[in-house]
């Protein structure tokens, strides 16, 4: 079976060639609350070319007690706070600008009468003064700059099929859910499917997406990872994914995904390398399978059902939506030369979320989630894994949770290099995740000026070694100021307390040492709170 789904693949993708990101948290899609007051004449812009530019900048000024301790790390910090990122907190207070410009440059020759186009996207990212005349992604920004940093996000080619079918082609964005992420927004895609808990990234491969009878559908097939060309050691990812419009904005779906490892971690973040056995997972706070470097296989499976009610408040005064995901498969290690069963996953997650808009525009209103996964207690000492696997196992990050209302409990979506938290991962590290948040806003000035409250919460379901369950409490707020229509202005800050989860060795920054990995107590103890403030400018421009 797997022989002939890879000839499949390797002749759809032969065929594609011969026709022709999300970082971490991609924004360069429309708010909508920035479309109130746009006129007709001002979505004119570019109608009579064949190239369309859209822009998204992005700058920010954080003071906060964060930072990592590794002088290599002071550019680009992905993954969870205390870990092996060395990112600590300290009686003093950080400081820094930051600044991100996603150019995204659409080609619809006019010979092809809307046939094909192209799409092109970019990064520019970097900290003010950080270095020069360099090379490499996510620096630049020291004094006369001069720095190689150009990073792809996006190249892929799109053709019109019968019917508004269309075929995607090259690197193209890879989000969980069904819905066309270059015609939609990313508030929308982020609060229905499965809202980028597990797959939010951009990876190499053909898919397919329309509509039959009323129903969405979308297939794809993707190359994660594509090692020595004559050797069966590749990732391949396979997914087939529906939704559809019950009634009056109900909406249900469903999605199935596959994934085949055969690397044996080849490949990869940098020296990190990827997979569930490689240090990356380490990083992104996430399962690492005690495989000790030995070689193994993975088939990884992800069977999901959600549904959403009107989640961004634009139909009526209620909203909801919810997922549940069951998450299972097989690990096999080389053993004598034949591969024989390690570990089999069986774990589950569920989020679901509610609001309500209780004034006059959509952000006059109060929401709350809980988010739910298994965890497991013993690793796979016993054969079995209970948690879940996301995204995260395999990209930094590949999967971006950032809707939630948090900022330092569970990641949030204003970051540039900086994109850290205390659970960036829903499994937690395998511990697995009960979490809530409450938010609420509200328009001092109508689709002006914005001011927001939150708290979150969350509780480890499994306590690690010498350490309790509870992970922490947060607190934040933000007061957001739409200057002119797509460019705002927005403060924000929080304070994270935290829980005995941290009186564990293990989750302390004295973890990185060989003792505290084996179970001793480090030096420094459960570390300080967290906490932030920074400010943003926003403009997308097109």
Not at 25 to 41: N, Y
Not at 387 to 392: L, S
Request: proline residues 4%.
């Amino acid at each position: 079976m797997y022989k002939l789904l890879q000839v499949m693949a390797a002749a759809a993708l032969f065929a594609a060639g011969a026709m022709a990101h999300a970082s971490e948290s991609d924004e360069s899609q429309p708010d909508r609350d920035s479309l109130a007051h746009v006129t007709p004449e001002q979505l004119k812009n570019g109608d009579d070319s064949q190239f369309r530019f859209l822009g998204y900048f992005f700058t920010r000024g954080e003071a906060t007690n964060i930072a990592p301790t590794n002088d290599l790390l002071q550019g680009r910090v992905v993954g969870r706070l205390f870990g092996p990122n060395t990112t600590n907190t300290a009686q003093g207070t950080s400081w820094l600008f930051e600044q991100r410009l996603i150019p995204f440059i659409v080609f619809e020759p006019k010979i092809l009468d809307k046939l094909a186009r192209l799409r092109v996207s970019f990064e520019i990212n970097f900290t003010w003064g950080d270095t020069s005349y360099g090379v490499g992604g996510n620096f630049g920004g020291g004094l006369s700059g001069r720095s190689i940093n150009l990073v792809t996000q996006n190249v892929e080619a799109e053709f019109s099929l019968p019917r508004r079918w269309y075929l995607n082609v090259g690197l193209q964005r890879i989000w969980d859910n069904v819905r066309d992420p270059y015609r939609t927004f990313f508030s929308t895609m982020a609060l229905t499917g499965t809202r980028l808990a597990f797959w939010g990234t951009d990876a190499v491969g053909i898919s397919a997406h329309g509509a039959l009878f009323g129903q969405l559908f979308r297939v794809g097939a993707y190359d994660l990872y594509h090692n020595k060309i004559q050797e069966d050691d590749h990732v391949l990812l396979f997914e087939a994914l529906t939704d559809r419009d019950i009634r009056d904005g109900w909406h249900v779906g469903g999605s199935v995904r596959y994934l085949r490892d055969t690397s044996s971690g080849a490949g990869g973040v940098s020296v990190l390398g990827q997979g569930p056995d490689s240090t990356l997972a380490d990083y992104n706070g996430v399962f690492r399978f005690p495989f000790q470097g030995a070689k193994y296989h993975a088939h990884l499976a992800w069977l999901g059902l959600d549904s959403s009610y009107n989640p961004e408040f634009t139909a009526g005064r209620f909203g909801a939506s919810a997922y549940a995901v069951l998450c299972l498969g097989q690990l096999s290690v080389l053993q004598d030369g034949h591969y024989g069963r390690a570990a089999e996953v069986l774990g589950l997650a569920a989020d679901a979320r509610v609001g309500w808009r209780y004034g006059r525009t959509r952000n006059d209103v109060v929401t709350g989630e809980v988010i739910y996964t298994t965890g497991d207690s013993n690793g796979t000492s016993d054969g079995r894994y209970t948690g879940v696997i996301t995204g995260n196992t395999y990209g930094a990050p590949a999967s971006v949770f950032t809707t939630s209302g948090a900022y330092l409990l569970m990641s949030h979506s204003n970051a540039v290099n900086r994109f850290y938290s205390a659970v960036p991962d829903i499994s937690n590290q395998g511990y697995g995740l009960l979490a809530g948040t409450l938010n609420a806003s509200y328009d001092l000035v109508r689709n002006k000026l914005t001011a927001k409250i939150g708290t979150a919460i969350g509780n480890s379901n499994i306590a690690p070694p010498q350490g309790g369950h509870f992970i922490g409490i947060e607190g934040n707020a933000m007061l957001a100021w739409r200057i002119r229509v797509f460019l705002t202005a927005e403060i924000h800050a929080a304070y994270l307390k935290l829980g005995d989860f941290y009186d564990s060795p293990r989750e302390q920054p004295a973890a990185l040492s060989t003792a505290a990995m084996a179970g001793a107590a480090g030096p420094g103890g459960r570390p300080q709170n967290p906490w932030t403030t920074f400010v943003d400018l926003k403009w997308l421009m097109f």
